[in-house]
């Protein structure tokens, strides 16, 4: 710490880190940009990193995991929410005539692989967790019931009530199949919506559209379910209205039906997975209990989060890593084994589940949407770079130029990441942040 703010060019890395917006591991960079008069050739701009503390240009990681860096993930967390909310009210190139397009919030859930430790609340009372006066023995001695009222952070939460019961090679094929199983859903929703409405899905296409959001949860047991945001818009998106006959009601009986029927075969095990039996349909409204405040924070908040409320580890897992040795709970051990056994099947192959298995098989996208349903992250993070490059003309950083007539040339290359164990405090303070992290 002393060594670095003793330095002549202590400002400009404080500049760096502030820039980095208190990033927990930065991506350290070499390298140059030049911008070059297409017509002339004559260099107009040039930056090297050769003048930057240490040589190196600090730029934020962008993860979206918390657990990695708080700051980045927040970054993503608010992109996502303004995404998931211009689709509910408008905004963000989103017509504002798109907040009167019936909406439902729906949670699908996965099916049930044992009883586990669970925490109950009705009338603001908390349950026993599975009280059962004819409570049966299992197999292996366990008896299957627990009269204890959990609390919110008790670690048995979600572990099951006997492991040797549990079926976890279901649980980690339901993960990796889930996202097939969301593909076939939405195929399901869109048909049995024409067909109430006496149409194909081809003529669907002519009158009505269905867009939709939707984010992955990891349930404390290790599966996920999926949250999503399913709405209703005339044959060209959100810029038309649905016709009258397309209602929020007809929507809902639809995926009722779709969250049923919708099946994925797993052959070489002859194994069939299917959605479980809890599903949660909710509307949409613009001053009602849900609104697209509280959607679009439900959905966002998720949308930084992964396996750890599991007990996992937040990193892949190598094939010859020691499983006893890892500092996790039993139950993410169990999984992650189930994973590593499965994936060593040749006729698995496809499923991944060993790269998967720090995620306990499950290999999707976390937040995904349909083209139609809003703008794009992508677009979100073109306007802050646009806004960052204007910022640089105006403090004289960057000159005014053209930009159809210039030819930009970069050239870069990694250099590392991460702070010292100074720089991690000095950030911190900086920025406000609890940081970490080395190179």
Not at 242 to 266: S, Y
Not at 314 to 341: E, T
Request: aromatic content about 6%; proline content about 6%.
């Amino acid at each position: 710490m002393i060594h670095r703010l003793n330095q002549p060019d202590y400002d400009r890395w404080a500049s760096q880190i502030k820039r980095t917006g208190g990033c927990r591991q930065p991506i350290h960079l070499r390298g140059k940009v030049e911008h070059y008069d297409q017509a002339t050739g004559h260099l107009l701009h040039r930056y090297s990193t050769t003048q930057e503390p240490n040589g190196v240009l600090r730029v934020p990681c962008k993860t979206r995991r918390a657990t990695r860096c708080p700051a980045c993930a927040e970054v993503y967390r608010a992109d996502t929410y303004q995404l998931v909310r211009a689709g509910l009210v408008g905004g963000k190139g989103v017509p504002d005539t798109v907040n009167s397009h019936p909406c439902l919030f729906v949670t699908l859930t996965a099916p049930s692989f044992g009883a586990v430790h669970v925490r109950r609340e009705k009338n603001g009372k908390v349950l026993p967790c599975h009280a059962r006066r004819d409570a049966q023995t299992c197999p292996h001695g366990q008896i299957m019931s627990c009269t204890e009222r959990h609390s919110p952070d008790d670690p048995r939460l979600g572990e099951p009530l006997c492991p040797d019961c549990y079926d976890y090679d279901g649980s980690v094929l339901f993960n990796a199949i889930s996202p097939e199983l969301w593909r076939r859903f939405t195929l399901a929703l869109r048909r049995r919506f024409a067909r109430l409405n006496g149409l194909t899905v081809k003529a669907l296409r002519e009158h009505a559209s269905i867009a939709f959001a939707k984010v992955a949860e990891y349930q404390r047991r290790g599966v996920v379910h999926f949250h999503a945001v399913i709405r209703l818009d005339g044959p060209d998106g959100p810029n038309s209205p649905p016709p009258a006959w397309a209602t929020a009601d007809t929507l809902e009986q639809a995926v009722q039906h779709a969250a049923t029927v919708v099946t994925a075969e797993i052959k070489p095990l002859i194994r069939t997975l299917r959605w479980g039996t809890q599903l949660d349909i909710r509307p949409i409204t613009m001053a009602g209990e849900l609104t697209e405040q509280a959607v679009a924070a439900y959905i966002a908040k998720y949308a930084t989060k992964a396996a750890e409320c599991v007990g996992t580890l937040d990193r892949r897992i190598q094939p010859l890593d020691n499983l006893d040795a890892l500092p996790i709970r039993d139950h993410a051990r169990r999984l992650i084994a189930a994973c590593m056994r499965l994936g060593n099947q040749p006729a698995l192959t496809d499923l991944r589940l060993t790269h998967w298995a720090h995620m306990l098989g499950f290999r999707g996208h976390f937040s995904t949407k349909s083209r139609h349903y809003s703008t794009t992250l992508g677009e979100l993070r073109a306007a802050r770079e646009e806004h960052m490059r204007a910022q640089e003309i105006t403090t004289g950083r960057l000159p005014l130029f053209d930009e159809d007539t210039v030819l930009v040339i970069a050239h870069w290359q990694y250099a590392g990441q991460g702070h010292s164990a100074g720089d991690s405090l000095l950030a911190a303070a900086i920025t406000g942040t609890a940081s970490g992290g080395h190179l």
